[in-house]
Structure formats: C-alpha cells, structure tokens
C-alpha cells in the first residue's frame, strides 16, 4: 500500500490522516481510496512518501506500531528534524520508529553503482597495508573525478551511469544540478520561519564562495563579513542550524592545543569558529560552474578547497567534524581534521591538493606536539613518504 504525499490530488490522502487518529481506521479509507482488497497486516506493508507534507501522517505512526505491532511501515520524507524542532507536529511518535538519516552516495557507494569490478578491487585495498598498482590507481582517479562531477545525489549518479557519461547528458546533469539548488532556496520558503527566510538564503549562496577563498591552501573558518557589515553569529545562528539539519552544510569546529583533548572528546567546541562545508561535490562544482571537462580530464591535480570539501563530505558519513589550529599568533598551525578514534584518541588528517606541495609543517608539528597513534596525509597520488603519517590516494579517505 503506497501512499504519496507530493502528489496528492485534491488533498485525499490528507484528509484520511486528518480525520482518523486510529490506525486500524486509516488502514481501512485507504484500502476504499486505492481499491485494495483484504489489506493483512501480517503480509502486507505500507509505504508513505513525502510524510513531511502531513504532519498528522507522521503523528498515526505511534498508532500504527501500537495496533499493529508486526506491520511494517516504512516512511520517507525531507526536513523531518525541522518539523519537529519547530513543533509542527503535535504528537511525534517518540519511541515507535527507527530513523535512518539518509545523505548522498559516497565515493564508495557511487563506485558501487558505476563500476562493480572496479569497486570489486577496491574493497580489497587496506590501509594499514596500502599498496594499489598504477593501472587500479589511475582507474580510481578516474572515477573520482567522475564523483566529483555528479556528486552523490542517486537520481544523478543512475543517471551518469545509464548515459555512460556523454557530453550531452553531462550539461542535462549540470542544469539538473543548477536546479536542485533553485530548489532548496524555494524550500526555504516553506519550511523556514519567515522572518529568517532571506538570512538562511543569503548563508545559503554563501559558501560555496567563501570555500574557494582558500588561505596556504587550506579552507579558511568561516568569515561573518561575507554576509553583511556587521553579521556575526548571533544574527545568523538559526540559520547554521537550519541549513545543518537540513543537511545542507557541514560544519567543522577548530580546536587548539590548550583543550583539544576535553573539547574533542566531550565536544564542548566554540559555536561560532568553525569551517563550513557544502553538503554535495557535485552541487558545489555545478553552482562555482567549474567546467565538466576540467573536472572529468584532471587526474592529479584539484584545487584545495575541492579536495578539502570532498574529503569533509565522505569523513561526515562516519565522524563528527573538527579541524585544529594552534592558538598562537606568532607561529601557525592548522590541519584540516581531527577525528576521535573507537579508543578515544584523536586521529589527525591532512589534506594535500597537489603533488607538486606536500610539505607537511603543520601535521609534522601536531605529531610532534601530541603524538597521536595514527596520523594520516591524503595525496592525490599513489604514493609519498611522510614523516610519522601514512599517506594515502584520496579515494581512501572513506577506508580512515
């Protein structure tokens, strides 16, 4: 039993949630809307998409799992963290669901899609014991910048993969693209509070500018003069939130020496320093208009920010964020992210663009200064000798 609230004609399904609070109520107006008979909740299963159109639908899924304990009710929907942080949904089944927050396909998962034997021999690599010839390596290089083309949005990534890559799909590619992102503004409208709706916007189309200003290479924190003379966190701390929630953004907070230990393992980070990243390499490619053939011809060489932003996006689908700086004004130190390992350490990761650059002071001097047991440097080759640190391709990041 499939019920779509995006394309719900003359509000029929809406009305049935609306109307019944029972379950064993809605089950039997659905079976007379679509014309099922002898519905079993023992068998059968019941599918709603796009519940955040209804927030009553969302409400009858604490009905559902009390009345019918064994039925299976798979929903989906977007802005669910949204809806009930703004409290409209009055009775949120707390409790009776298990949620799955669902982000774009990895650099794994979209090899998985795109090429399986590849992907094949992919799943054979180890970090601990990293060795990979230069005929897989330049084939992985290859996809990447594939990735870094579409991004990881499904409806992209099949149709990359049903085309095969053409000239003429990828413009359709990139207009879709340039598209979506049309289309998360006007969703601001409607799910944003209207008195933030032009600063979740403007903070919005914000970043993917403020990524490319990069200082030595690096992405800079994030810088409130961008959006205004006199913004500054306080004014636009709803919108970080909003546009994080909606799993728009990624953000990285920095530490320093003093307290990295208690701020990253307890997570007591200054809320207004932080790195801010673009939840998509494709979207943020498509709205910089960065040409699809300087993406898809490059085998060696990104700019830094890319590369940076790449790696956040595939660290995010296992860590939280946080990047270091050395709290000194004389002496500079910053490395791009710090994860917190199963044991409770902390794991630096570096993040070098070019071959032609991989000097690594900062890392060198964080190892230095706090011995961490692993160290990593993502390279866009095969292979670097770094001092205490194990280099590794980038498509590797998602193995850390």
Known sequence: ??????????????????????????????????SIDGFDPGVDS?????????????????SFKEEYPGLLVVASGSYLQLFSKNNKMSNLPVGCVDEMVLKPLSFEEFLENIDSEVHARYEELQVNNFEVTSTLHDKLVARMNEYFFTGGLPELVAFFKDSHGNAGVRERIRSKQKTLVKQYSGDFQKYGKSQHVKKIDKLFSSIPYQLERVHDDTVRRFMYTELGKNANYSLFH????????AGLILRSFIVSRNDLSRRVHEKIEERNIFKCYYFDAGLLN??????????????????????ENFVATQLAHKYDLFSYRKNSKLDAAEVEFLLCSDDGGVVPVEVKSSMKSLKSKSLEYFIREFHPQKAYKLIPGRHHNASGAMALPLYMVGKI
């Open 286 to 307: 498509a709205v910089l208009g960065i040409p699809a053939d300087s993406l898809l011809k490059n085998l060696g060489s990104y700019k830094g920010y890319l590369a």
């Open 238 to 245: 709803f919108a970080f939130d909003y546009l994080e929630q």
């Open 46 to 62: 019941i599918f709603i998409d796009e519940i955040q159109e209804c927030p009553e639908a969302y409400s009858s899924l604490k």
């Open 1 to 34: 039993m499939k019920v779509n609230f995006w394309n719900d004609r003359n509000n029929k399904f809406k009305r049935i949630f609306q109307e019944n609070g029972e379950a064993k109520k809605i089950i039997r107006e659905l079976e007379d809307l679509l």
